[in-house]
């Protein structure tokens, strides 16, 4: 890489980390990014998946706050996204880059929908259980329908990660009981366990640029810090309206890509 190239994919790295740490779909800005420098698909995604690894626990760690007393679910959801974010990295080596081209725009879309409507999907959720009588809320640990969701999600997030966040928070957000800043702690988590035991597995199996990795991982670490700051601030309305912006640009590249 030239002086340049390598200041873009700094700079896309601290992008991608305050992004990743919000909301996600940090990938979208670096992954480009590293195509324009020259770099072949699978060898920019895998290093894109090793470098966003200390954004994600610097960001986790800038939510430690709301992430008190949540060591349990952590846990169990932690469990079901490591396997499934092996998967992923088992897949990306054996599918085609288009075999997820199709089904990503139209989950992430929705995505979009849930995390919009989730307040008044829950308001829904919570009459329904009344008007049967009901007297217990909602499964606090998401039952097995989020332990199911979270699984595909990750092994998504494993394979290539775009809008992952997106898809977590859409998830969570209606099957758990709990505020919109307390999921987003557990889902930069849930984003480093994927992107970390996909890293692991790329480490043996995969070629790696480790210059492109060095500098997304000290930008994404920054930005990691800089995204808790600002992602802690923000009101649970306007906080859904910047998931819902960026997934909207997402789906927009997804589908400029599969039309390129």
Do not use: C
Request: proline share 5%.
């Amino acid at each position: 890489m030239t002086i340049w190239e390598m200041l873009a994919v700094l700079v896309a790295g601290i992008g991608a980390g305050t992004i990743n740490t919000i909301v996600g779909s940090g990938t979208l800005i670096t992954f480009p990014v590293l195509l324009a420098t020259g770099l072949p698909p699978v060898v920019a995604n895998v290093s894109n998946t090793i470098g966003l690894v200390p954004g994600s626990i610097s960001g986790a760690i800038g939510y430690r706050k709301e992430l008190a007393g949540q060591r349990a679910r952590i846990l169990r959801l932690g469990a079901t996204a490591l396997v499934g974010g092996l998967i992923g990295a088992i897949l990306l080596l054996w599918l085609p880059s288009s075999a997820f081209d199709t089904i990503v725009p139209v989950l992430i879309g929705l995505a979009l929908i849930l995390v919009v409507l989730q307040p008044k999907l829950s308001a829904a959720l919570k009459r329904r259980r009344e008007n049967r009588g009901e007297t217990t809320g909602p499964h606090p640990d998401g039952g097995p329908a989020l332990l199911v969701g979270l699984l595909l999600a990750s092994a998504y997030g494993g394979y290539f990660g775009a809008a992952q966040g997106v898809l977590y928070l859409s998830l969570m957000g209606l099957l758990l009981n709990d505020s919109l800043q307390r999921i987003n702690g557990v889902k930069n988590i849930l984003g480093a366990v994927v992107n970390g035991v996909a890293a692991v597995f790329f480490l043996f199996v995969a070629e790696v640029d480790w210059t492109a990795v060095l500098l997304i991982a000290v930008g994404s670490a920054l930005g990691g810090q800089l995204g808790a700051r600002i992602g802690r601030r923000l009101p649970p309305t306007v906080l859904r309206g910047v998931i819902a912006l960026v997934g909207l640009v997402a789906i927009t590249q997804l589908l400029l890509k599969q039309t390129s």
